[in-house]
């Protein structure tokens, strides 16, 4: 079997397969389908530092080829997930990596802090693309001002390995990219979804609740290895790559791109176990193509 290790800065995965936030619960709802240990990580739903209700329903809405959803970071808070959630996950074998969400660099800073405390939590990864509540609700990551204002707040306060998930929704996702980078980021994750809507020619309405949401699915693959693709050649620090991954084959895709792991979404919601599959699936690849390391396809495109 070819060696899968990587290592996303200080922050060592078993193998390059992880789960995206918000697909894939806090792990302990998938426990019964799937060994929780047998990938390099889980990424758990979005935590704010207050509690968060979240939109009104509906609020998925399925596309061609994808997904809609507008869910809004539905959570009950950091100290609900440090006191209740936390001592149920601490032990699993892999890395555990909380998504910290915020309405302003002080909020991002502050609920990282909180996560900071948690030993048995190795990482984070900040979701810049929430809207800013001072600037009339544009997100912090569609600028380079805002991303950096964003991840230099958290650098400050936050010790252990930072990724950023970046926003699709922007001119240029190398700027952003490298405005992180500049800030202290150790590893950069995209895309986060597409901004999409739907209607409902029946009813002559807007299919989600508040209009407009987030596409991912298959739909978004293409523009999401362009991204993974170019970004990893304008930063120094890991990428790692997400958006429509349903098999080994789209997960090589991303590693060749440049990934050095990837995440997998809304493939869970179809095949809970797709993530081992993919883990597998990786491994006969590199055997049948005489890799010994995985490490081998990472970056290969010129």
């Known amino acids: 079997m070819a060696?899968?290790?990587?290592?996303?800065?200080?922050?060592?995965?078993?193998?390059?397969?992880?789960?995206?936030?918000?697909?894939?619960?806090?792990?302990?709802?998938?426990?019964?389908?799937?060994p929780l240990d047998g990938i390099g990580g889980i990424i758990v739903k979005g935590t704010t530092l207050r509690p968060r209700e979240g939109n009104d329903y509906p609020r998925m809405a399925e596309t061609a080829s994808g997904m809609l959803n507008c869910v809004g970071l539905q959570n009950k808070g950091v100290d609900y997930f440090c006191e209740h959630i936390y001592p149920q996950i601490k032990d699993i074998d892999t890395n555990m990596i909380v998504n910290v969400s915020g309405s302003s660099p002080d909020d991002y800073a502050e609920c990282a802090a909180r996560v900071d405390a948690l030993e048995n939590i190795p990482a984070i990864e900040l979701n810049i693309s929430c809207p800013n509540v001072k600037d009339g609700g544009m997100a912090f990551g569609v600028t380079c001002a805002g991303a950096s204002s964003v991840v230099k707040a958290v650098r400050e306060r936050y010790h252990k390995t930072l990724i950023v998930k970046l926003s699709p929704n922007v001119t240029d996702i190398t700027e952003i990219a490298r405005?992180?980078?500049?800030?202290?980021?150790?590893?950069?994750?995209?895309?986060?979804?597409?901004?999409?809507m739907a209607i409902d020619i029946e009813k002559r309405k807007k299919v989600l609740s508040i209009g407009t949401g987030?596409?991912?699915?298959?739909?978004?693959?293409?523009?999401?290895?362009?991204?993974?693709?170019?970004?990893?050649?304008?930063?120094?620090?890991?990428?790692?790559?997400?958006?429509?991954?349903?098999?080994?084959?789209?997960?090589?895709?991303?590693?060749?791109?440049?990934?050095?792991?990837?995440?997998?979404?809304?493939?869970?919601?179809?095949?809970?176990?797709?993530?081992?599959?993919?883990?597998?699936g990786i491994n006969e690849w590199l055997d049948a193509h005489g890799c010994h390391s995985v490490q081998e396809i990472i970056g290969v495109l010129s």
């Open 3 to 34: 060696s899968l290790s990587v290592n996303i800065s200080d922050l060592r995965l078993k193998n390059p397969v992880m789960t995206a936030s918000g697909t894939f619960g806090y792990g302990l709802e998938f426990a019964d389908l799937m």
């Open 179 to 196: 405005a992180v980078e500049a800030e202290g980021a150790d590893s950069v994750s995209l895309i986060n979804t597409l901004m999409g």
């Open 214 to 280: 987030g596409l991912s699915g298959p739909a978004v693959k293409p523009v999401a290895l362009r991204m993974v693709y170019q970004v990893a050649k304008a930063v120094k620090i890991p990428v790692i790559g997400l958006g429509g991954i349903c098999s080994a084959k789209d997960a090589i895709e991303f590693l060749m791109a440049g990934a050095t792991a990837i995440e997998i979404g809304t493939a869970n919601f179809l095949d809970p176990t797709i993530s081992i599959k993919v883990r597998d």
